[in-house]
C-alpha cells in the first residue's frame, strides 16, 4: 500500500530554515510528480510546491517563492523541501503526495505529516 512520511519539522525562529524529507513506498516513485502542502491550525489544506518526475519542472505557490526549495532523489524515493526565511505564517503540518496538474493530489492517503512550528 501507498506509505508517505513527512519528517524533519521542529520548532524554528523566524528567519530560521528547516529541510523537510518525505518517504515514499508502495508505488513507483519515480514515475510520478510530487508535491508538498501544508495545513495550518484551523484552515485547510494547501498547496506549496511540486516538481516533475524528473526533477526538470518545479512550481511554487507566491506565498513561498524565493524562500522553498523543492528536490528530489528517486533512487532513494524521497521528495525534500529546504525551508528558509521561515515566517510565522508558515507555521503548519507538512506532508507530501504524488500530484497531478494544478496540485491534484493522486493518493487518498496522506500519511504521516510533519510539524513546523515558527516562532520566537
Known amino acids: 500500500q501507498v506509505q508517505l512520511a513527512a519528517s524533519g519539522g521542529g520548532l524554528v525562529q523566524p528567519g530560521g530554515s528547516l529541510r523537510l524529507s518525505c518517504a515514499a513506498s508502495?508505488?513507483?516513485?519515480?514515475?510520478?510528480?510530487m508535491g508538498w502542502f501544508r495545513q495550518a491550525p484551523g484552515k485547510e489544506r494547501e498547496p506549496v510546491a511540486a516538481?516533475?518526475?524528473?526533477?526538470?519542472?518545479?512550481s511554487y505557490v507566491d506565498s513561498v517563492k524565493g524562500r522553498f526549495t523543492i528536490s528530489r532523489d528517486n533512487a532513494k524515493n524521497t521528495v525534500y523541501l529546504q525551508m528558509s526565511s521561515l515566517k510565522s505564517d508558515d507555521t503548519a503540518v507538512y506532508y507530501c503526495?504524488?500530484?497531478?496538474?494544478?496540485?491534484?493530489?493522486?493518493?487518498?492517503?496522506w500519511g504521516q505529516g510533519t510539524l513546523v512550528t515558527v516562532s520566537p
Open positions: 503526495n504524488a500530484v497531478r496538474d494544478n496540485y491534484r493530489r493522486v493518493f487518498e492517503v
Open positions: 508502495g508505488f513507483t516513485f519515480s514515475t510520478y510528480a
Open positions: 516538481i516533475s518526475w524528473n526533477g526538470a519542472g518545479i
